[in-house]
C-alpha cells in the first residue's frame, strides 16, 4: 500500500513537473514577441554595417511578429516599444509615435519608450519634445539617457 501511494505521489509530482515546463516553453523563446525582437536585434547589427536595406527587410519580418505579440497579448509596454522602433525605422513616424505614447500611458517611466520617442522627435525637428523625454530619463543612469543626450546634442547621427 506505501509503495502504491508513493509511486501515485511520484507520478503526481511528475505530471506537475512536466505541464510546468511546457507550459514554460510555450511563452518563452518561442512567442512572437521573442521572435520579433530577436529579428530587431539582427536588423539593427545590420543598420550598424551601413547595410540599410537589408535591415529595413529585418524590420518588416519583425513588425510582423510584433503585430501577432500585440494582438495576443494586447498593450505590452516592451511590445508597443518595439512596435513604434520598427515603424519609426521603416519611416512611418506617425504610426511610431502613436505606439510610442500608447506604450507610455501605460508605463510613463519606461527607458526604452522615452528614449526612442526622444529619437523620433529629434528626427522630426521637435527638440523642445525630445528634452522632455530626456528629463524623465535623467536619474535613471542609463545607456537611454546617454544615447538620447548625444543624439540631441548633435554628437551622434540618428540615422531616422
Known sequence: MK????????FYFALIISSYGAASSSSSGSSNYDKGASIIKKGKK?????KIEKANKRYEKALKYLIKSNIKKPNQPDTLNYLGFVTRKLGDYEKGEEYYLLGLQIDPDHKGINEYLGELYVVTDRIDLAKERLSVLKNCNCEEYKELKEIIEGKKQSKY
Not at 3 to 10: P, Y
Not at 46 to 50: A, D, Q, R, T, V
Open 3 to 10: 509503495k502504491n501511494l508513493l509511486l501515485i505521489v511520484i
Open 46 to 50: 545590420l543598420e550598424e554595417k551601413g
